[in-house]
C-alpha cells in the first residue's frame, strides 16, 4: 500500500526532485523515447483539456476565433522580422528531406538523399511569421479589421536543458495573433488578454499573479512591449505563466501587411500576440502540491469528488452503493465530477494514498456504521482535514466545500507569496534575501546593463515592472542611479 | 453583390473545380506557402471544432481518455513493424537538424552543419510506433487493461498531389490507440469505434455510409483487419470517411508488450487503431452542396439561424431590433446558435448571398410590414424554400425546422446514394456504369490480382465488403471464378 507514496521527495529536501517525482507518480507526464519531448499521460492531460476549454471560452467571449495554421514555416520566413530571428530562430528542428527509403544494406530505413527540399522548414518555434503572411491576403480595408485569431497547437524549440510541463522541446500551446487598424486598440487588446490570463490564473487555477511589463531585455523578440503573469512557486522563485505582446507594426512591415484606413490612407497594420502553454501545468502543481502529492484546485480537478465505500462482505457492499447511487446522481446534476470507486481488487487504504496524491479536492468514505448514523466522513485534500457530516444534504455540502477548497488554497498561495516578498533597499539586503528566494522588490536605474550585471552577480532577473505598483523615487539598488518606482527580481523557471 | 457567388462554378459543369472554389469562397480554408499545407480558416475550424466536440464525447462514452504523444518519431522505429514500413515510411518529413545560424555570407539564415542529429527524426505520419513503444512501460498485468487512448493531433504524409481537406500534407485529427488482452476484446472494439463513427457520420454529418471491410489490398499498413465507412458523393464517387484497425498482435510483437495474464502467463497484447480527420470536412462538403455553396447540416453549423432586417431608415431598424432582440435570446435559451446581423455597411442581398455561400440552414427576414402582420420570412438553405411564418411561437418553430432539414439532407443523399447504387453482373455492364460513376456491387473472386486488374482497366477500387451484406453466390465480374458474396466498387477520392 501506497508504496510510491513513501518514496516521494520532500520538498523541504529537494524541491526539484520532488517536482520531477510528482509529475511522474501522478501519472501526469513521462519522458518519451524523443530527447526533450514528453508524453502527457490521461491523467495529465485531462486536467490540461479543463484549461484548454475554460480559456477556449474566455477568448470567444473577447470576439477570438480559432484558426489553424501550418506546421512548418519556410526557413526564409524567419530572417523576415530581424529580431525575431535573432530570439527564435536558431535552436529548431528543421525538415530537410521528404521521403525515406530501404536501407541497401538491408539495414531498416535511411533517408532519401533525392529528396532533398529546395528549401528547408522548420517546426514553427511560434507562428508570427507564418500568420503575418497569411493575414497580407486577409486584410486590405479596415472594414477587415480587427481581426481576431487564435490557434491550440504543438511547438517545438529546440531547449538544451528540459524539464517536463516547463521547459520541453515540444510543448502544447494556444497562440493568438489580432490584427488591428490602431496603435491604441492593439495595445488595449494586448492587455485585454493579459487580464483574461490573470483571471483565469487566479479564478480556476487559484495562481495569484502579478500583472507586469517586461523590460526591453526580457522582451518576445519582435514586440514593442511585453506584459506578463508572474507568479511564486512554494520555493520562492518565480514563474513566468503567461505572455502577451504588443508587437506595433513589425509583422506587417516585415511581411508587408497594410490596410485602406477609413481616410483613404494606405497604413501598416497594429499587432498583438500572446500565449499560455502546458507550462500552465508546471505551475499548477509545484504552487499548491505537497509531500503527500498533488493538490488540485476544484475547479480543474478531472475528478472533483471521490467515493470510497468500507465494508466487510458484499452484502455489506450492496447496501453503501444504493445509498451512494442516488448521492453521484445529485451531485453530478450539479455539475460536480465525482468517482465512486468501489473497486473490490484494492484495499481502502491504498486508495486513499492513491487519490491524494492525485489531488482529488474532497473524499468522501463510507462504511455501514455511517450508514446507521446518517453521516459520512468527509476529508479536504488542501488541508488533509478529516470530519464527520450528514449525509442528508451532503450534495449541496460538497458543492460548497469545493468552493471553500478554490478559496483556500488560492488564499494560502497568496499568503506564501506576501510573506515572501520583500522590499529590499540596499546592495547586501538584496545580496542575502535573493539566497532565501521570494520576490523582491528593489529600484533598477532602468538600463540592460544594470540588468544584466545583477543578473550575473545573483542569478536574479527582473521578473517585471508591476503594472499596479506605485510610483516611488529611489536609487538604483546596485548603481544608486535614480529610480522611478521599484521592480520585481527573483529567481525564475 | 454576390459577386463571388455569381463565379462559382456549377457542380454540372465541373464538380472537381466548383469544390475548389467552394472551398476557398465560403471561408473554410486556403492554400499555405508551404507545399500540400493549409490554412483552415476560422469558419472552416468552427465547423471541425463541433465535430471534434461531438465526436470526443461520444468517444469518452465508450471509456476513451484523451492524451498526447510526441509529434516526432525516432526513425529506427518505422521499421519494426515490417508492413507498417512499407506503407507508411517512404514520403515523410524528416528532421536532421536542431540549429540554424546566421548566414557567413550575410544572407538570412542557414542550417547549422554541426547540428546533425544522431537519428532523424520522421513527423508523425501516424503514431502506433511511438504509442506501443510508450504501452510497453504502462502494461505489465491484466488489470493494465483494456488501455483505452486518445489523441486529438496534426500529422504529415508527403503527398504529391494534395486538394484541401481531402488530401494534405499536413492534416488534423484524432487517432485512437487500444490495447486488450483478448483477440475478441479487440476485435469488438475496432467495431465498436467503427459503430461509432457510422453514428456519428449519420446524426451529426448528415451522412449516409456504408460500413464495411477493406480488402487484403487496401487494409492500413500492420493491419490484420480494417473496417471503413464509405460515403458516395455527389459526382457517384466514393469518399473513405474513417477507418478502424484491428491490429492483432503485431505491433505488441513489434515494441515487445507483454501482459500476464488471468492464468499468470506471458502474452503479447492485442491492439486496435482508428481514426477521422480533416478530411471529413471534405465530405461534408461534397455530399450537401449546391450550386449556390454550401449546405450545411443544422447539427454542426456554426450559425445555425441568421436574421436579417430590412428597413429604410433608423426609426424602422430600432423597431426591428426591439422585435429581434427577445428572439434572438430565446433562440440562445433553447440552444440555438444565431446571429443577428444587422449591420449597416452590407445591403440584404448581399448578406443573402453570403449566408447562402456560408451555409446557414435557416434565414429568417423581418421588415416593418412583417411586424405589422406579425409574420417573419423564412428560408431553408436545403431547398432554398421560402415562406411566411407567425412571429409568435417562431423560435420552436425554427428549432423543428432545423430538425426538418437535417433529416431532409440526410434523406436526400441517401436517395442519391441509392440512386446510384447498382447489381453489375457483366463486365460490359461494370465498365459502362463505372464511367458514370456510383457504387457497383459486383462479384469479386477474392484475389489480389483480380483487384488490381480491375483497377487497371477501370480505375474503380474495392470500397469494402459490406457488413451487413447478404451472402449470394455468384461469379467473379472479371474472371468468373466463384465468389461468396458481392463487394462494392467505385472510383474514390
Redesign the interface.
Same mark, same amino acid.
Given at each position: 500500500m501506497a508504496i510510491e507514496l513513501k518514496n516521494l521527495t520532500k520538498r523541504a529536501d529537494d524541491y526539484s526532485q520532488w517536482y520531477n517525482e510528482l509529475v511522474v507518480k501522478a501519472d501526469l507526464a $513521462?519522458q518519451?523515447?524523443?530527447r526533450g519531448?514528453?508524453? /502527457?499521460?490521461?491523467y495529465g492531460?485531462?486536467i490540461?483539456?479543463k484549461m484548454q476549454r475554460q480559456l477556449d471560452d474566455m477568448f470567444k467571449a473577447t470576439g477570438v476565433?480559432?484558426?489553424?495554421?501550418?506546421?512548418?514555416?519556410?526557413?526564409?520566413?524567419?530572417?523576415r522580422e530581424a529580431e525575431h530571428?535573432e530570439g527564435f530562430?536558431?535552436?529548431?528542428?528543421?525538415?530537410?528531406?521528404?521521403?525515406?527509403?530501404n536501407d541497401p544494406g538491408g539495414k531498416?530505413?535511411v533517408?532519401d538523399p533525392t529528396a532533398r527540399l529546395e528549401e $528547408?522548414?522548420?517546426?514553427r518555434p511560434t507562428s508570427e511569421t /507564418?500568420i503575418w503572411?497569411?493575414y497580407r491576403?486577409w486584410i486590405s480595408s479596415y472594414?477587415d479589421l480587427p481581426l481576431l485569431?487564435n490557434q491550440w497547437?504543438?511547438v517545438?524549440r529546440?531547449e538544451m536543458r528540459t524539464r517536463m510541463f516547463l521547459r520541453t522541446a515540444?510543448f502544447?500551446w494556444q497562440e493568438g495573433h489580432t490584427a488591428h487598424a490602431t496603435r491604441d486598440e492593439a495595445q488595449a487588446k494586448a492587455i485585454e488578454m493579459l487580464n483574461v490570463y490573470g483571471d483565469f490564473a487566479e479564478k480556476y487555477m487559484a495562481l495569484p499573479v502579478v500583472k507586469g511589463i517586461k523590460t526591453a531585455n526580457e522582451r518576445f523578440a519582435g514586440a514593442l512591449e511585453t506584459y506578463t503573469i508572474e507568479a511564486m512557486m512554494q520555493d520562492g522563485k518565480a514563474l513566468q505563466s503567461g505572455t502577451s505582446h504588443f508587437l506595433g507594426q513589425n509583422f506587417a512591415k516585415a511581411f508587408d501587411v497594410k490596410f485602406i484606413n477609413k481616410e483613404n490612407q494606405l497604413e501598416y497594420v497594429w499587432a498583438t500576440s500572446w500565449g499560455v502553454s502546458t507550462r500552465l501545468m508546471g505551475a499548477l502543481i509545484m504552487t499548491h502540491s505537497d509531500d503527500n502529492g498533488l493538490v488540485l484546485p476544484p475547479h480543474l480537478a478531472p475528478i472533483q469528488v471521490v467515493i470510497v465505500p468500507i465494508y466487510k462482505n458484499a452484502e455489506q457492499l450492496t447496501e453503501i452503493d444504493a445509498v451512494v447511487e442516488p448521492i453521484v446522481a445529485k451531485l453530478r446534476d450539479l455539475g460536480v465530477s465525482v468517482k465512486y470507486d468501489n473497486a473490490d481488487?484494492k484495499r481502502p487504504g491504498f486508495k486513499f494514498a492513491d487519490y491524494e496524491l492525485k489531488g482529488v479536492p474532497v473524499r468522501l468514505v463510507l462504511g455501514p456504521r455511517d450508514i446507521q448514523n446518517g453521516t459520512v466522513e468527509v476529508m479536504r485534500r488542501d488541508t488533509l482535514e478529516k470530519h464527520s457530516a450528514q449525509l442528508q444534504g451532503i450534495e449541496e455540502y460538497v458543492k460548497n466545500l469545493l468552493e471553500d477548497i478554490q478559496q483556500g488554497i488560492y488564499d494560502k498561495a497568496l499568503k506564501l507569496r506576501e510573506s515572501m516578498t520583500f522590499k529590499v533597499d540596499t546592495w547586501e539586503q538584496f545580496q542575502e534575501q535573493i539566497e532565501k528566494g521570494g520576490f523582491l522588490l528593489a529600484h533598477w536605474d532602468g538600463t540592460t546593463e544594470t540588468e544584466e550585471k545583477i543578473k550575473e552577480l545573483t542569478k536574479a532577473t527582473i521578473r517585471c515592472i508591476p503594472m499596479d505598483g506605485d510610483d516611488e523615487p529611489g536609487k538604483c539598488i546596485l548603481t544608486g542611479k535614480p529610480s522611478a518606482r521599484r521592480v520585481i527580481f527573483a529567481r525564475n523557471y
Open positions: $513521462e518519451s523515447a524523443v519531448c514528453m508524453v /502527457i499521460k490521461p492531460y485531462a490540461w483539456e476565433q480559432n484558426a489553424y495554421f501550418p506546421l512548418l514555416i519556410p526557413k526564409s520566413f524567419l530572417s530571428v530562430a536558431k535552436e529548431c528542428a528543421v525538415v530537410t528531406h521528404h521521403r525515406l527509403m531498416g530505413v533517408v $528547408e522548414l522548420i517546426i /507564418i503572411n497569411t491576403n472594414r485569431c497547437c504543438n517545438m529546440w515540444e502544447l481488487n
